[in-house]
């Protein structure tokens, strides 16, 4: 009997296939959503190969592939379709954002468009200071130089796994505390946000933010639930936001089979060192 790695790790399985077929075995590579009662791999292409458990013969782990800096570009704007804030405007290639909270995901900007420099600073502290808001910038991996010895408000992690698993089948519409939503507007949920929006690569994410992991068993079948609800509304991949100091949510999330995608940073536009770039 195989011994089967935590859901979302990329794997090579090998398979038997039905009765008479040539070659009678053959490869599933890709991510590992589901091992009981069936196993499913969700290929690099999207696609998902399914087979019996006893089916499997051998299996190996592999690395995750390299992300590609247009794919973490086509998440950002993802989520910030999910976080749009209460006003927006976009300058020199970054989203401009104020929201009524004192969240900082609906309050700050970030460098979507290829475009974006760090010449633009000035005029992003400006349009904040004009807001009475501090004029946060976000910066995910690789999408933008940075100078060294900035301070970080805040660091986070983008973890990723497919949207539907094993509660695909269960609806958070139908469930106690979770009020029904479509199409791509936020649900709130006892432990945490989803929102179903679109990236420019044509994926369609849910994403989940805000976890409150105090009940961990609760939270996480409400999370389930939550990426059933967007997979319902044709959600192929779901998207989790971890602060990295949040070790709850990380237990969470690791449980709940997400990985790695890529790393964001907060840091105060008004901060010195802009100005050695």
């Not at 020199?92 to 760090?118: E, K, M, Y």
């Not at 502290?125 to 910066?139: C, D, F, K, Q, S």
């Not at 709130?188 to 044509?202: C, I, M, Q, Y």
């Not at 939550?226 to 990295?244: F, K, M, N, P, S």
Request: aromatic fraction near 6%.
């Amino acid at each position: 009997m195989l011994s089967w790695p935590a859901l979302g790790t990329r794997v090579t399985v090998r398979y038997r296939r039905p009765a008479g077929s040539v070659p009678p075995l053959t490869d599933a590579v890709g991510h590992l959503l589901e091992v009981e009662p069936v196993v499913r791999v969700r290929t690099k292409t999207g696609a998902v190969v399914e087979f019996a458990p006893a089916d499997a013969v051998a299996l190996r782990t592999l690395a995750d592939a390299p992300v590609r800096t247009s794919a973490i570009r086509a998440l950002e704007h993802a989520i910030a379709a999910a976080w749009p804030g209460a006003e927006q405007t976009w300058l020199d290639g970054w989203l401009l954002r104020a929201g009524h909270d004192a969240g900082l995901t609906a309050n700050s900007a970030v460098p979507l468009d290829i475009s974006a420099q760090t010449t633009a600073v000035p005029a992003i502290v400006a349009w904040y200071e004009r807001h009475g808001l501090t004029p946060w910038l976000v910066i995910p991996d690789r999408l933008l130089a940075l100078p060294s010895g900035l301070v970080n408000d805040r660091t986070e992690q983008i973890l990723v796994r497919a949207a539907a698993g094993g509660h695909a089948g269960v609806s958070p519409a139908n469930e106690e505390g979770i009020s029904p939503a479509s199409g791509r507007y936020p649900l709130f949920g006892e432990f945490a946000r989803a929102a179903v929006t679109d990236a420019p690569d044509g994926t369609r994410w849910v994403g989940l933010s805000e976890i409150r992991a105090e009940d961990h068993h609760a939270a996480g079948l409400e999370c389930e639930q939550l990426l059933a609800w967007g997979a319902q509304r044709g959600a192929t991949h779901g998207y989790l936001q971890v602060a990295d100091d949040d070790t709850g949510a990380a237990t969470l999330a690791e449980s709940l089979g997400f990985r790695l995608h890529h790393r964001r940073r907060y840091v105060d536009a008004r901060c010195a060192g802009w100005a050695t770039v």
